[in-house]
Each structure stands twice: as C-alpha cells, then as structure tokens.
C-alpha cells in the first residue's frame, strides 16, 4: 500500500513540474474538488465546510463539492478520506472525533492511523460546548438538572451527537454518578430535533450547532463546561460559577487534510489559501457568528496537534471508560 501511494503522489508531482512543458497535463487544481465531511448537513462540520469552501473554490478557481459522509463517530468519513487517491482531488474536513477519539479507543474498528494516512494542510477552528435541556424539564441551572436527575432515577435520557457530545456526556455522569441512559446519534442535528420533541431530556451540544435553538428558545442552555463564558452566550454560567467542578477540555475542533503522498505543493498551496481566507473579516466574522473560532496555523502545528490530543484523548477514554454506544 506504501508503494501504491508512493507512486500516485509521485505522479501527482511529476503532472505538477510537466505542466509548463508543451503538451503537458494541467496543473492541479484542473477539475471539480471533493471535501468531505464526516457529519450530516447542518452539522458544525458542514458549517465551517460551506463558509470555507466558497472562497477557496474562488481562490483554485475550481468547484468544490461538499460530501457529506456521516457515521461511526466521524470514521466513515475519515476512511473516505485515507482511502482516496493523493492527488489533491479528495480533501477531507476532519474532526476531533475520527483523529483523535475514535482513535483513542471511543469508537472499536479504527482501521487508520491517522499520523500515518493522511496528509495536514492546516487547523480550520474549535468550537466549545453547552448543557441544553429540552424546555419541558424543570430545571435552569445545572446544579438543579443534577438534582432533578438524582431524584428521578432512569427516567432521563441523554444524547450525543458527537464526540465532544460522548465525552463531556459521560464525564458529567460519572461525576456525578447519574441514572440516566445514552442515546447516540449520528451528528448534532437530529439528536436537538429529537431532544425539542421531547424523546431525550438532555444534551451536551456543540455551540455551533445549537446556538440557533438555544436563541429561539427551542431548547434551553443551563451551563457550560467550560473555564469561561463563551461570548455567544454571555448569560449561560460556567460550571464553576455554579458550584460544580470543570470537565476536562474536549472542545471540538477542525482540520484540513487529504490522503497521505499528496504531494507537499498541493498541500502548501491549500495551507497558503485557507490560512489567508480564515483571516478574512467576513469568514471570520461568519464562524464566530456560528459559534467557531477559527484557527488558521501552520502544516507543522496541525500534525504536532494533533499527536498532542490523541495523548489527551487516550486518558480521557481509558479514565472514564468511554464508549461510543
């Protein structure tokens, strides 16, 4: 497989140094782009993948196509990814979900190592996370959701629709040693449609993904946990303020990558392009409004990153005993 993929990205080379010689292959990018992304439409991944792709199809000069690839905690996707051909037609908008969690043992049947199969052009954005109610359970605060809970045995329900949903999900009930049960969902989407219905209680959501109900009051924000206030949500208290103990940070966040042997040129050029549009005042300003605080930064500090969190990941599963249910 290391030889097969050798090849093709020398290929992919070769058709770039060939492009000004007479006749030669056109030089990348010459055809429609595929972006995949791990998580359902309306997902915070297909957010931050349709106000990027636009700019950089403007700045190739070449359509990018978004490919929505859901499932398995973001692996399916992953795979769709390492399995490609590396020649800069198959990129892939990663989460911390399929680099490092899955990885980590939160998902069974990781097929990839994601140091050795993928190729990093540059970080994209995070985004932090919310405890959200469905607006028929009374309780406003957490420390009265805790309560409630305790007093109601089995009786509640609570969803995860993605890693950072998984994890701060299990953290909160084995800190406080609830009774309530699981229910995983695909992506985000469906998991608030069925959390307003009433079919869940609780979910610990990513903010891009739910800040739109949380406003229309469609459900209802009762902490983050995190160490500060996030902006968007100046009137929901921290965990700290409210007397409770601060999970460890599981903040989601994003990652352009592509297939390992894509040749370092393309890899460059896409780090040069999505570096400049992040730092655009109406890309940035349109993650913010959506929650995502973007993170342009070098090829280098994407890889190092990412083996920095699967470290982190690695002791959050093996201490919680994480699993993706």
Known sequence: MKIIRWLAGFAAVASLLAAAGPGAAQPWPSKPIRLVVPYAAGSGSDIV???????????LGQPIVVDNKPGANSTVGTEAVVTSPPDGYTLGLMTNAGLVASPAGLTGGV??????????????????????????????TAPELIRLIKASPGK????SGNTGGIAYGGTIKNTYQLDMT?????????????????????MVADVAASLAMIRSGKVRAI???????????????????????????MSGWW????????????????NQEVVRILNTGTVRSALLQAGIVPTPSTRQHAVQYQEEQLQVWRA?????????E
């Not at 699981?182 to 609780?202: E, F, M, R, T």
Request: overall charge neutral.
């Open 316 to 324: 959050i599963v093996k201490d919680l005993n994480l699993k993706a």
């Open 49 to 59: 993948a349709r106000i990027v792709a636009d700019p950089l199809s403007r700045a």
């Open 182 to 202: 699981h229910v995983p969902y695909k992506s985000v989407p469906p998991a608030l449609v069925d959390l307003i219905a009433g079919n869940v209680q609780v």
């Open 156 to 159: 509640f329900n609570y969803a």
């Open 223 to 249: 902490g983050v946990p995190t160490a500060q206030r996030n902006p968007l949500l100046p009137d929901v208290p921290t965990f700290a303020e409210s007397g409770l103990a601060t999970p460890p940070d």
């Open 255 to 270: 990652v352009l990558v592509a297939p390992a042997g894509t040749p370092d040129p393309i890899l460059d050029r896409l």
């Open 111 to 140: 097929r990839y190592d994601p140091a050795k199969d993928l190729g990093y052009a540059t970080m994209v954005g995070s985004v932090t996370y919310v405890w959200v109610v469905n607006t028929d359970v009374a309780a406003r």
